[in-house]
């Protein structure tokens, strides 16, 4: 593949998403009107590629013809999570190898002194030299350049891939690690050099190091994976640029995403709510609460406006922040294939183990034998067992039923279908709380959002969740399965942008603020222009980080402009804050921490109308119905109809109980709940009020 020929954002574009069950596919070819092809084939874990490349042979579309692919990869996310990273080593200021290791005053468990933390680079791999450089941005101490050398040389022998150069106070004063990073690019055998100041120019030391190492110990994963599909598409025809998605819900393009690699973690999240965003403001609901029920996890975000919140404090797990923006997504670990089982004390737990894709659900017939979330929907005939997908071998309803006896009734006092019961009763409370953490934890009344509904088991509860938080509505996309591909497929081009000004407002260098945010714009619109596709427009967007003086917390305050004052900035603030924390603290100052940039590429509007091929719609609600048989809901037993959803008719209106059965998602409309689809062939549920 000639990795330097542009790809083409019109015509035909296709958008894969790689879970951690399956690999999800969506081509649209714009060239006959908008024809929609899906695939849905399991994820190859040991080489994500492979499953790419399955996706896109299921579609039987030729690959040589696609004129760009925008790819969700969970590369970067596995190997953070999983701690296979490469071989990183670190060059920093004298005094202070320790800071990624001593972290903030934290523990791994809230209570008593347990659990373990390691560190993303070893300390043996820290190496120290003189230089300093004061808060203000003064050299106190110049650079030792031959220690410089003599640190990368015995990295080079210790076998390191990947550096990071992270010296005290860059982002006030950059120079130390620029000149140190061309010095170790003299002898270093690649490319993968990281200085802190470049991936994030913000204070507080812990958080920059921890970032600018993950980056490092990521990158040459990313860029053997990137050139692996890179091989892969090109022997089958594929000539042009392909895009990744990054966490911020933004794409870049495959040649330069391995220069900043810690933006591509929490890429798979990040599309599903950039989809779920697109498809809520076409249906008319700005303010939705995101839920994607996968195989493995469950992810929760917010949307406001349409636009998905963002955050650069993620902290992927205990004492590892990635300081980058990112769509703020919660991650519990409750999807499809949770295990439940009773512990010591004889209480049902459910997660965080999963069956994952490999052997998966008892139902999957791959060999499990744990009973999963996914297996007490099939019991309680949620699910049919006859319409999965990828099964190997067939497994009975009755068959799961008796595992649940065996495994949680026996202990606990159940028959078989009270404990699946039991089981999808903690599931959905577990699934709850994260709904709570995005939502009334940070201030905002549920009643005023929409539950949007995805993944390949989020239909399945989404609208009894809705009833347990008082959501009033529950919106299911056309194709609920593959929304994280949608996201790829709709995804506009982004850089994000953060500068550390901590100063108090009222002593404000006004300009200096207006150069900043100016300087942001200046470089985001440079580097679209370096992209292999061409925007419709480009949008920017700013931002301050705040805080009153002597606070820790932050709140991110939106700015109407570049053009910052002391007044609008100190207003902005105290109306953020009270909205935040319903409280008013006139007399105390405020602190302008970081200033913040997006530079957005936006692509034209996606056509939604032809997910769900409209030639296939029935005439009337009865020739959708395909089934009559009894469903489980709150203890007893209720028939229900079974409806296949790509023959409803747009103007059906349906009321619970029911379910909807389509290729990549099963719906589960609880009793009392009231369903419609509009335009684009989403439903959108009523749901009765408890």
């Not at 009107?33 to 579309?61: D, M, S």
């Not at 004298?94 to 933390?117: K, N, S």
């Not at 076998?159 to 004063?173: D, K, Q, R, S, T």
């Not at 081009?493 to 260098?509: C, E, S």
């Amino acid at each position: 593949m000639d990795e330097n020929i542009p790809a083409e954002a019109g015509n035909v574009v296709a958008g894969i998403d790689v879970g951690g069950t399956f690999t999800d596919l969506l081509l649209i070819d714009g060239r006959d009107g908008g024809t929609v092809r899906i695939a849905k084939t399991p994820t190859t874990v040991e080489n994500q590629a492979h499953g790419v490349i399955a996706a896109l042979t299921a579609t039987g579309f030729p690959v040589a013809e696609i004129d760009l692919i925008v790819h969700g990869t969970t590369t970067t996310t596995n190997a953070v999570l999983e701690r296979r990273l490469a071989k990183t080593g670190m060059i920093t200021t004298r005094g202070f190898r320790d800071v990624i290791e001593l972290g903030r005053r934290t523990r791994p468990q809230p209570y008593g002194m347990t659990g373990v933390f390691v560190p993303v680079i070893p300390r043996n791999l820290r190496f120290e030299v003189t230089e300093r450089v004061e808060a203000s941005g003064r050299v106190r101490e110049p650079l030792d350049e031959n220690e410089v050398r003599q640190a990368v040389n015995q990295l080079v022998a210790a076998g390191c891939e990947a550096l990071v150069i992270h010296f005290l106070h860059a982002y006030a004063n950059p120079a130390h690690e620029r000149r140190a990073a061309e010095i170790a690019a003299e002898t270093w055998p690649n490319g993968h050099i990281t200085t802190g100041h470049s991936l994030l120019s913000e204070a507080r030391e812990f958080e920059r190091g921890v970032t600018a190492s993950v980056n490092a110990a990521v990158q040459p994963i990313l860029e053997r994976y990137v050139g692996r599909l890179r091989d892969e598409l090109g022997q089958r025809g594929y000539g042009r640029d392909f895009l990744i998605m990054n966490g911020n819900g933004g794409m870049i393009s495959a040649r330069f995403v391995t220069r900043e690699a810690a933006k591509t973690v929490m890429s798979g999240p990040a599309s599903g709510v950039i989809a779920a965003a697109h498809t809520g403001r076409r249906a008319g609901f700005g303010h939705l609460v995101t839920y994607d029920m996968g195989g493995t996890s469950t992810d929760v975000a917010l949307i406001l406006d349409a636009e998905p919140a963002v955050s650069n404090e993620i902290e992927i797990e205990y004492a590892m922040p990635i300081h980058v923006p990112m769509v703020a997504v919660h991650t519990v670990g409750a999807g499809g294939g949770s295990i439940a089982r009773v512990d010591a004390s004889r209480l049902i737990q459910v997660g965080p183990e999963s069956a994952g894709a490999n052997p998966g659900p008892i139902c999957y017939g791959r060999g499990g034998t744990e009973p999963t979330i996914t297996d007490a929907n099939l019991v309680l005939g949620r699910l049919d067992p006859k319409r999965l997908l990828a099964v190997d071998a067939p497994v009975t309803a009755e068959a799961v039923r008796q595992i649940f006896e065996d495994r949680i009734g026996k202990a606990t006092g159940l028959d078989g279908i009270s404990a699946a019961g039991a089981v999808l009763r903690l599931g959905n409370i577990k699934m709850a709380g994260a709904i709570r953490m995005v939502s009334v934890s940070r201030g905002h009344d549920p009643r005023d959002f929409t539950l949007f509904a995805f993944g390949g088991a989020g239909p399945l509860h989404a609208t009894a969740l809705a009833r347990e938080l008082g959501l009033p509505r529950v919106l299911v996309p056309a194709r609920p399965g593959i929304t994280n591909a949608l996201g790829c497929v709709v995804a506009d081009l982004r850089h994000d942008f953060v500068n550390t000004v901590n100063q108090p407002v009222a002593l404000l260098d006004e300009q200096r603020a207006r150069d900043i945010l100016a300087g942001h714009r200046t470089a985001g619109e440079a580097l679209i222009a370096q992209e292999a596709v061409r925007p419709k427009s480009i949008r920017v967007s700013h931002s301050a980080d705040m805080q009153f003086v002597g606070q820790t917390h932050i709140v991110n305050v939106p700015l109407p402009s570049a053009d910052v004052d002391r007044a609008t900035l100190q207003a902005l603030f105290e109306k953020a804050y009270f909205a935040r924390f319903k409280v008013e603290l006139p007399e105390i100052r405020a602190n302008l921490v970081n200033l913040n940039t997006s530079v957005t590429g936006a692509r034209p509007e996606v056509d939604l109308s032809r997910l769900i091929d409209p030639a296939g719609r029935a005439a009337t609600l009865a020739e959708a119905l395909r089934e009559v048989r009894p469903v489980w809901f709150d203890g007893s037993w209720r028939d229900t109809p079974v409806y296949l959803r790509e023959k409803l008719p747009l103007d059906a209106e349906i009321l619970g109980p029911a379910i909807l059965e389509q290729m990549d998602a099963t719906t589960v409309l609880e009793p009392g709940d009231r369903a419609r689809s509009d335009r684009d062939g989403n439903i959108i549920v009523e749901v009765e009020a408890p």
